[in-house]
């Protein structure tokens, strides 16, 4: 079956500097992929999201980039501020024709001033 | 407009009782998601509906959950005789078009389910 693997949290970083979350799939086909955050007290909300081989997602300075030959989608940043600090989840959909999405267990991102 | 509500916000109920949890989407998306999400873990697909219809509850897990979404805009997920394991923020999403895989799912808030 499908999964996402994220990176376990909490992921602790001082303002401005640089952020990468690693997330890795299992599926069949090509699936779409998708980075959404939850910010504290708020709902899921997509960030960015790649539906092919070699696709960049990018949104709010984040990107992620599909790489089929890995099977990954690692979420990167340059520079985070406090407000980047969130819960973040990996997921796929559209492997072997099913369009329900895969959800990662979400890594949480701490950022200081 | 306003974006994909979810009611209560919290409910506590004892184990062995009714509840319903509510789910307004984003008006004009056909397409309406649950999920259960439990502390520490990414959302879980419970069932998924295209208009009225539900067109796929392979994520339900047993047969005291049901969902209906009978004028294809409002969602009610059911749970028959509550279980402390049923405790969970249960999540609401809709989308747009017909459920593809590119397209963006916009969540409500979610319910904190607790079951005492």
Known sequence: GNSVTQMEGPVTLSEEAFLTINCTYTATGYPSLFWYVQYPGEGLQLLLKATKADDKGSNKGFEATYRKETTSFHLEKGSVQVSDSAVYFCALSGSGGSYIPTFGRGTSLIVHP | ?116
Do not use: M
């Open chain 2, 1 to 116: 407009g306003a974006g994909v509500s979810q009611t209560p916000s919290n409910k506590v109920t004892e184990k062995g009782k009714y509840v319903e949890l509510r789910c307004d989407p984003i008006s004009g998306h056909t397409a309406l998601y649950w999920y259960r999400q439990s502390l520490g873990q990414g959302p879980e697909f419970l069932i998924y509906f295209q208009g009225t219809g539900a067109a796929d509850d392979s994520g339900l897990p047993n047969d005291r959950f049901f969902a209906v979404r009978p004028e294809g805009s409002v969602s009610t997920l059911k749970i028959q005789r509550t279980e402390r394991g049923d405790s969970a923020v249960y999540l609401c999403a809709s989308s747009l078009s017909t459920g593809g895989s590119t397209d963006t799912q916009y969540f409500g808030p979610g319910t904190r389910l607790t079951v005492l």
